[in-house]
């Protein structure tokens, strides 16, 4: 008998949640005003407050961007200010467009004008960036300042939200409010990854019950607190926290301690990173002599955290390390791993109500449990389509959203990743996963960190190339470039002797350090172009 396809069916949810994003902080604020909502340094905003400034600047959006319906463009610079903006936009009846402060002028061009903001809430840096393009954005009206610094003569955010507080909006009918779920509240982007990013219609429904999902999943509730050790704010932390009614500590300092430090400072429970930080931390030499007091779980997110860094941290630290997974097109979240009882080199099972099934990458056929091929999921935090499509754009007919992820789901319901579809490749007809190479070239004692990309064969399509950061350990003929020449020689012959023929590893740079976006991903195309012009001058 066939083997059933692995397709995990949701329980019965149906969360009471708010028919509007901003009522998240409408029904924190009501429930504990005096609760501590925001910590960053020596500011503590409370629940309350932090609902009045939202309340004052939504009544001040409302004279400078008469009408709902207009997008507002809101960078998720790490300060309380980005809080206050996202929200203030969806009282206002607005749209938020949320924004990579660390974006550089092509990129900032795109999102602005793909968006068709009108106005904008930045940080003193990235209006250094925006002045130089602002000729080129024509709908864009008003800059308002958020964050540290001044520019004169921007109004600030500030000043926004120290103005009077309008009276409570008139109450919705039932018919009102289920059309209000479903108008779109933010845009988000892609990260941008395998092109230019696509900007993700997502609803009031969406952002609202994943809130609810995320705070499910992380077992958060009103007795958490969290460590935000990001380097941009995301609203995934924010909703989740706020939809829980705990606090949040937003940590600025990108060393690993910091998060440390402030986790101990403020008895944290939950401590929120990147698997860069995390891997970094890891890795730090220092670690023996780091400890975490009250922090109960570890969480990592936007890629995957090598399970050798996940391992450590947990032998060190005595507490679970667990990641999870989503995209911009899911509000984010779609899994997330048992925060008490991980699978390292896992993202988990499905958050409540979702569904998740692997297909076979050219006939599309659902597939059995163990088998890879793309990863789709179906809830309901996916988006309501891409802007510029009429709803449904980028979805299934059924409403399934291919993820473009490769994986494979165990017997147990955990999703497993092994690459994004586009970075496979095939070499003479087998399937090379760049992870999986990854995976053995850092088994070797003298690589700290590889990346594997696809180089053009004119045989057999194509083969693995890598850049490859070698350890200190590595040797002292590996100072000078034909010593390091010399070790990654070495390394690869070790490690394509572990590999069938069609995954080995043909050319290779030995680099300094992978380069990585804002965020912390690994960029294969900009990678894949930068080895081929060294591989080019060679």
């Given at each position: 008998?066939?083997?059933?396809?692995?397709?995990?069916?949701?329980?019965?949810?149906?969360?009471?949640?708010?028919?509007?994003?901003?009522?998240?902080?409408?029904?924190?604020?009501?429930?504990?005003?005096?609760?501590?909502?925001?910590?960053?340094?020596?500011?503590?905003?409370?629940?309350?407050?932090?609902?009045?400034?939202?309340?004052?600047?939504?009544?001040?959006?409302?004279?400078?961007?008469?009408?709902?319906?207009?997008?507002?463009?809101?960078?998720?610079?790490?300060?309380?200010?980005?809080?206050?903006?996202?929200?203030?936009?969806?009282?206002?009846?607005?749209?938020?467009?949320?924004?990579?402060?660390?974006?550089?002028?092509?990129?900032?061009?795109?999102?602005?004008?793909?968006?068709?903001?009108?106005?904008?809430?930045?940080?003193?840096?990235?209006?250094?960036?925006?002045?130089?393009?602002?000729?080129?954005?024509?709908?864009?009206?008003?800059?308002?300042?958020?964050?540290?610094?001044?520019?004169?003569?921007?109004?600030?955010?500030?000043?926004?939200?120290?103005?009077?507080?309008?009276?409570?909006?008139?109450?919705?009918?039932?018919?009102?409010?289920?059309?209000?779920?479903?108008?779109?509240?933010?845009?988000?982007?892609?990260?941008?990854?395998?092109?230019?990013?696509?900007?993700?219609?997502?609803?009031?429904?969406?952002?609202?019950?994943?809130?609810?999902?995320?705070?499910?999943?992380?077992?958060?509730?009103?007795?958490?607190?969290?460590?935000?050790?990001?380097?941009?704010?995301?609203?995934?932390?924010?909703?989740?926290?706020?939809?829980?009614?705990?606090?949040?500590?937003?940590?600025?300092?990108?060393?690993?301690?910091?998060?440390?430090?402030?986790?101990?400072?403020?008895?944290?429970?939950?401590?929120?990173?990147?698997?860069?930080?995390?891997?970094?931390?890891?890795?730090?030499?220092?670690?023996?002599?780091?400890?975490?007091?009250?922090?109960?779980?570890?969480?990592?997110?936007?890629?995957?955290?090598?399970?050798?860094?996940?391992?450590?941290?947990?032998?060190?630290?005595?507490?679970?390390?667990?990641?999870?997974?989503?995209?911009?097109?899911?509000?984010?979240?779609?899994?997330?791993?048992?925060?008490?009882?991980?699978?390292?080199?896992?993202?988990?099972?499905?958050?409540?109500?979702?569904?998740?099934?692997?297909?076979?990458?050219?006939?599309?056929?659902?597939?059995?449990?163990?088998?890879?091929?793309?990863?789709?999921?179906?809830?309901?935090?996916?988006?309501?389509?891409?802007?510029?499509?009429?709803?449904?754009?980028?979805?299934?007919?059924?409403?399934?959203?291919?993820?473009?992820?490769?994986?494979?789901?165990?017997?147990?319901?955990?999703?497993?990743?092994?690459?994004?579809?586009?970075?496979?490749?095939?070499?003479?007809?087998?399937?090379?996963?760049?992870?999986?190479v990854e995976l053995v070239l850092g088994r070797h004692p003298r690589v700290s960190e590889s990346v594997v990309v696809d180089l053009p064969d004119g045989f057999g399509g194509a083969v693995a190339g890598a850049l490859v950061v070698l350890t200190t350990e590595a040797g002292a003929g590996a100072s000078t470039e034909a010593g390091r020449a010399a070790v990654l020689a070495e390394v690869l012959e070790t490690v394509n002797a572990r590999l069938p023929y069609y995954q080995r590893v043909r050319r290779a740079q030995a680099v300094d350090a992978i380069p990585r976006s804002g965020n912390g991903k690994i960029q294969r195309r900009l990678l894949r172009e930068e080895l081929l012009a060294h591989l080019a001058e060679a």
């Open positions: 008998m066939a083997e059933e396809p692995a397709v995990e069916e949701p329980a019965a949810y149906e969360p009471d949640v708010p028919a509007r994003l901003d009522g998240l902080l409408t029904e924190a604020a009501a429930a504990a005003p005096d609760r501590t909502a925001l910590v960053h340094g020596e500011q503590r905003i409370s629940y309350g407050e932090l609902d009045r400034k939202v309340t004052a600047a939504a009544e001040a959006l409302g004279t400078l961007l008469p009408g709902p319906g207009g997008t507002v463009a809101v960078a998720s610079v790490l300060h309380p200010d980005f809080a206050v903006a996202y929200y203030a936009t969806a009282r206002a009846g607005q749209v938020t467009a949320v924004v990579n402060p660390l974006l550089r002028e092509e990129d900032l061009l795109h999102v602005l004008t793909l968006s068709g903001a009108r106005l904008a809430f930045v940080d003193a840096g990235l209006y250094d960036r925006l002045a130089g393009i602002r000729d080129s954005l024509p709908e864009l009206g008003t800059v308002v300042l958020i964050g540290e610094g001044t520019r004169h003569g921007l109004p600030t955010l500030g000043e926004l939200a120290a103005g009077p507080a309008r009276a409570d909006a008139p109450a919705l009918s039932p018919a009102d409010l289920s059309a209000v779920r479903e108008e779109v509240a933010c845009v988000q982007f892609t990260s941008g990854t395998t092109g230019r990013p696509k900007a993700v219609r997502l609803t009031h429904r969406n952002l609202t019950v994943n809130a609810d999902q995320i705070a499910g999943a992380h077992r958060l509730d009103g007795t958490s607190v969290t460590v935000n050790h990001l380097p941009t704010f995301h609203p995934m932390h924010l909703n989740s926290a706020v939809r829980a009614g705990a606090q949040q500590v937003l940590c600025a300092g990108p060393a690993p301690a910091d998060a440390v430090a402030a986790a101990n400072e403020h008895r944290a429970t939950h401590l929120y990173s990147l698997p860069v930080r995390l891997a970094r931390l890891a890795a730090d030499p220092s670690l023996d002599e780091l400890g975490l007091r009250t922090v109960a779980r570890i969480a990592s997110g936007g890629s995957g955290l090598p399970v050798q860094a996940a391992a450590r941290l947990t032998q060190r630290f005595g507490i679970p390390v667990f990641q999870g997974y989503g995209l911009a097109e899911t509000s984010p979240l779609t899994h997330s791993d048992d925060p008490d009882h991980p699978r390292h080199g896992s993202v988990g099972r499905p958050v409540a109500g979702t569904r998740c099934r692997v297909v076979d990458v050219e006939s599309r056929a659902v597939l059995p449990s163990g088998s890879v091929g793309e990863v789709q999921v179906c809830g309901p935090q996916v988006m309501k389509g891409y802007v510029g499509g009429p709803d449904g754009t980028g979805l299934e007919p059924d409403g399934w959203l291919s993820t473009g992820d490769v994986g494979r789901i165990d017997e147990a319901g955990r999703l497993f990743l092994l690459d994004r579809l586009k970075d496979v490749f095939k070499c003479d007809n087998f399937l090379v996963s760049p992870s999986e």
